[in-house]
């Protein structure tokens, strides 16, 4: 485990964790509609392409609160252990006119101006919210930076705080400080800050590596060799997706781990990475699992290697995998889709809820992943203006993340 990481590594390990991806190319986002998820078999038993049951962190029992549909997002949840939220019981002093001061990464991508956007969209749509404050660093290794701003926002005594931490553990004693002066703090990040004032908001990261891994496995007909992209070793994100890897291979007896590499969770880094291996492992691979945002890279590699891409785990899926995917009908893949326009508008609804006194349950807001492996999904979802080389993500159907529906069960009261 690194103890120590420059600055490029922590961000690598908190943001990407925040939404899955850092597509600096994007202009647009895709977003789809009627595909169904995959149906993943979890359980305590099980042959290869299932995935095994893991109980998450939850030692006051907090999730027995919750609907079974919704306790399933948490299957596997380890990061650290599920708290009562401080705010269960919260209201604040004033019905309207509230006043939200939000701690923002740089806006500096199409994705975290979107987030910003349908964040703001969805407070200012409750008629609850006079001012909403905006903060955002500019640069994604400015973590003391994002520090002062949060103690400014504090310092303007809001009626809560919006923060997207670069380095969510440094946020420990100021989220601290604001709890303890009637101040919560909401973070778009599911790994977010481990205590009691913090509700963190996100997906599930270990069912989102396991479900896309399943899905490979499932079409090698659980035989042969898989490659591993990791993007750092060391990091948070990497100890879970690792996680992840080793429950589900711990079914398949004929499938073995031929090597792993390091993408750096960069496309064009993945692609160097991959090229390198194949150059000196000409043997035949049956899959390829990456962490997310380098699926592309890695397809390329073998692309440009003349060899035919395995079906590969992509766990934030562009329009240029699936578009691949859709014109090589031979071809089968499994992919997560991550609601880049909703990456804000998510953890919108979760503040308007506290806001209105409906009281949050866990410190932990966490979401299902929505991963496909058939081409019927794909079909659903697939456009004729989708290019082999886009780097744009593709969001699941309008209303899965963080529905109304699905966020009753993790409120007091509706």
């Known amino acids: 485990m690194l103890l120590k990481m420059i600055p490029g590594r922590h961000f690598a390990a908190g943001f990407v964790v925040l939404c899955m991806s850092m597509f600096a190319a994007s202009s647009a986002f895709g977003a789809s509609k009627g595909a169904q998820p995959d149906s993943v078999k979890i359980s305590s038993s099980g042959g290869c392409g299932t995935v095994p049951y893991v109980a998450p962190s939850d030692p006051q029992r907090l999730l027995r609160s919750v609907p079974k549909s919704t306790r399933d997002a948490y299957i596997g949840w380890k990061d650290y252990p599920i708290q009562k939220s401080a705010w269960a019981n919260w209201k604040p002093k004033k019905k309207s006119g509230l006043s939200i001061e939000v701690v923002w990464v740089p806006l500096s991508t199409p994705i975290d101006v979107a987030g910003l956007a349908s964040l703001k969209k969805t407070l200012n749509a409750s008629g609850l919210v006079k001012s909403i404050k905006v903060q955002a660093v500019n640069s994604f290794t400015d973590v003391p930076g994002q520090l002062q701003q949060y103690q400014t926002a504090l310092s303007r005594k809001p009626d809560l705080i919006i923060a997207a931490p670069i380095a969510a553990s440094?946020?420990?004693?100021?989220?601290?400080?604001?709890?303890?002066?009637?101040?919560?703090?909401?973070?778009?990040?599911?790994?977010?800050?481990?205590?009691?004032?913090?509700?963190?908001?996100?997906?599930?990261?270990?069912?989102?590596?396991?479900?896309?891994?399943?899905?490979?496995?499932?079409?090698?007909?659980?035989?042969?060799?898989?490659?591993?992209?990791?993007?750092?070793?060391?990091?948070?994100?990497?100890?879970?997706?690792?996680?992840?890897?080793?429950?589900?291979?711990?079914?398949?007896?004929?499938?073995?781990?031929?090597?792993?590499?390091?993408?750096?969770?960069?496309?064009?880094?993945?692609?160097?990475?991959?090229?390198?291996?194949?150059?000196?492992?000409?043997?035949?691979?049956?899959?390829?699992?990456?962490?997310?945002?380098?699926?592309?890279?890695?397809?390329?590699?073998?692309?440009?290697?003349?060899?035919?891409?395995?079906?590969?785990?992509?766990?934030?899926?562009?329009?240029?995998?699936?578009?691949?995917?859709?014109?090589?009908?031979?071809?089968?893949?499994?992919?997560?889709?991550?609601?880049?326009?909703?990456?804000?508008?998510?953890?919108?609804?979760?503040?308007?809820?506290?806001?209105?006194?409906?009281?949050?349950?866990?410190?932990?807001?966490?979401?299902?992943?929505?991963?496909?492996?058939?081409?019927?999904?794909?079909?659903?979802?697939?456009?004729?203006?989708?290019?082999?080389?886009?780097?744009?993500?593709?969001?699941?159907?309008?209303?899965?993340?963080?529905?109304?529906?699905?966020?009753?069960?993790?409120?007091?009261?509706?």
């Open 170 to 414: 440094a946020f420990g004693p100021l989220v601290t400080k604001a709890g303890q002066a009637g101040i919560p703090t909401v973070n778009v990040q599911a790994s977010g800050v481990n205590n009691k004032y913090a509700v963190n908001v996100g997906t599930n990261i270990y069912l989102l590596e396991a479900f896309t891994a399943s899905g490979v496995l499932k079409a090698m007909g659980g035989k042969g060799s898989i490659l591993q992209v990791r993007g750092f070793p060391g990091i948070p994100l990497s100890a879970t997706t690792d996680s992840a890897w080793a429950k589900v291979l711990s079914r398949c007896p004929k499938v073995k781990v031929a090597g792993s590499v390091n993408g750096q969770f960069d496309s064009t880094a993945a692609k160097t990475a991959v090229q390198q291996y194949l150059a000196t492992h000409p043997s035949s691979l049956q899959g390829l699992w990456e962490t997310g945002t380098m699926a592309l890279g890695a397809r390329s590699a073998f692309s440009q290697a003349g060899r035919t891409p395995p079906p590969i785990a992509d766990g934030v899926a562009t329009r240029g995998n699936l578009a691949y995917w859709h014109n090589h009908p031979k071809y089968t893949m499994s992919a997560a889709l991550t609601p880049f326009s909703e990456l804000g508008g998510g953890p919108g609804r979760v503040v308007v809820r506290m806001l209105k006194g409906h009281g949050v349950k866990m410190n932990q807001v966490m979401a299902k992943p929505y991963v496909i492996s058939k081409r019927s999904q794909l079909n659903s979802l697939w456009k004729p203006s989708w290019k082999e080389s886009s780097t744009v993500g593709v969001d699941p159907p309008r209303g899965f993340y963080l529905s109304d529906s699905y966020l009753d069960g993790l409120f007091n009261r509706k």
